[in-house]
């Protein structure tokens, strides 16, 4: 009966020691794991945000010229007449960039955040007029986007 509870005892003691290093493997590669895919979804949504905002920009906001080209409607009949009421279009609204996320809403999937899949954090979107723009991840380490161009691929 002695030798019986002290095996127990002994049982406890190494299976509690088996699941710590297996706990002690496996967690810091779930973590690394994470981390990597938030890493690669972030970056996928701030390209993802950069598109809209290149959309944003050539069609000034108005999401119904996103369909140029593909649905031919029946108001242009000859292609001047085309040219004029874009030309006319481009005098009432000039390209901008925008940093206001309900602008970009239209052009991006429906199931999309503004923020890094981390931490929930909102990235940080700068916009000067027609010039520049630049979304960044509040985790550094996952870069940022500047005028289409990642950060990550230099
Ligand atoms: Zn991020």
């Known amino acids: ?25 496996l967690i810091p590669k779930t ?4 981390a990597e895919q938030s890493l690669v979804k972030c970056r996928a949504q701030m390209m993802a945000i950069s598109d809209a905002m290149l959309k944003f920009y050539t069609t000034r906001g ?22 004029e009421t874009t030309s ?7 390209h901008l960039f925008t940093d206001d996320t309900t602008l970009l809403r239209p052009y991006l999937p429906e ?19 027609s010039i520049f723009y630049s979304i960044s991840c509040p985790n550094g380490e996952h870069g940022q986007v500047i005028k289409g161009q990642a950060t990550w691929n230099e």
């Open 1 to 25: 009966m002695n030798r019986r509870s002290g095996i127990s005892l002994l049982d406890v003691v190494i299976l509690i020691l088996i699941v710590g290093i297996i706990a002690a493997i």
């Open 31 to 34: 973590r690394l794991q994470k």
């Open 62 to 83: 108005d999401t119904s010229l996103l369909n140029i080209g593909e649905t031919g409607e029946s108001e242009d009949t000859t292609a001047g007449a085309e040219a």
């Open 88 to 94: 006319t279009k481009e005098e009432l609204k000039p």
């Open 111 to 129: 199931e999309y955040s503004f923020t890094c899949p981390l931490d929930g954090d909102p990235y940080v979107i700068i916009v000067r007029d």
